[in-house]
């Protein structure tokens, strides 16, 4: 069983299309991440939720806007999309364990393509 | 705050050699330090972690790393590369400061194993 999967795994859309990714994870996790990984493989957090609820909400434009259904679900919506977005997108879990978070547990990643 | 640097961005090592790869980081609290393996248009997987337990930790493929905290160093070795080793490595760590939740990524080191 794929324990954190994404889709669509590759996505080519023209600029100032709406485009959605969804992530899932069947790990039982509380926390989920999307993360955005530039062509020089730089990671960069955009945003967690933990319980459905936004914990990080780093310096996005605010035409991408997350969206968490249920502890297993962390979708991310981009509205009028730029050349500047084609990178991949990944999908993360972890879980919470006292004070400290366990490892985190990666999709295999959605890779957009901006024309 | 928490940080981390990775020392070197590109690593060339012959098959059946050493490799070394070296992680600093900087936080205020007791940290948990991970290590990423990335292959190519793949997604991230854990080669293995230090949560504050035992200071010389083996991973996974023969790879292991030693925390040493006086030095705020995290580096991943293996005494034998394989062509297989060939990847994108990240250090990683997640601490208790006002960082709550966000794992904060190296920039990563560039792994090419030669015959």
């Known amino acids: 069983d794929t324990a954190v999967s994404q889709t669509p795994k590759y996505l080519v859309t023209q600029m100032g299309n709406d485009k959605s990714i969804k992530c899932e994870q069947n790990l039982g996790h509380d926390t989920m991440y999307w993360y955005k990984q530039d062509s020089k493989k730089f990671l960069k957090i955009m945003f967690s939720?933990?319980?459905?609820?936004?914990?990080i909400n780093e310096t996005v434009p605010n035409r991408f806007s997350p969206k968490s259904p249920d502890k297993a679900h962390l979708n991310l919506h981009i509205n009028s999309l730029e050349l500047g977005d084609s990178a991949v997108y990944f999908c993360?879990?972890?879980?919470?364990?006292?004070?400290?978070?366990?490892?985190?547990?990666f999709g295999p990643g959605t890779r957009l393509t901006v024309l | 705050a928490q940080s981390v640097t990775q020392l070197d961005s590109h690593v060339s090592v012959s098959e059946g050699t050493p490799v070394l790869l070296r992680c600093n980081y900087s936080?205020?609290?007791?940290?948990?330090l991970f290590w990423y393996v990335q292959h190519p248009n793949k997604g991230l997987q854990l080669l293995l972690k230090y949560t504050s337990a035992a200071t010389l930790v083996k991973g996974i493929n023969g790879f292991e790393a030693e925390f040493k905290k006086s030095e705020t160093s995290f580096h991943l070795t293996k005494p034998s590369a394989h062509m297989s080793d060939a990847a994108e490595y990240f250090c990683?760590?997640?601490?208790?400061?006002?960082?709550?939740?966000?794992?904060?990524f190296g920039a990563g080191t560039q792994v090419v194993v030669t015959p």
């Open positions: 990683v760590v997640s601490d208790q400061t006002d960082s709550w939740g966000k794992f904060q």
């Open positions: 993360a879990s972890s879980r919470l364990s006292g004070i400290s978070y366990n490892e985190q547990f």
């Open positions: 939720y933990n319980n459905k609820e936004l914990i």
């Open positions: 936080s205020s609290y007791s940290p948990s």
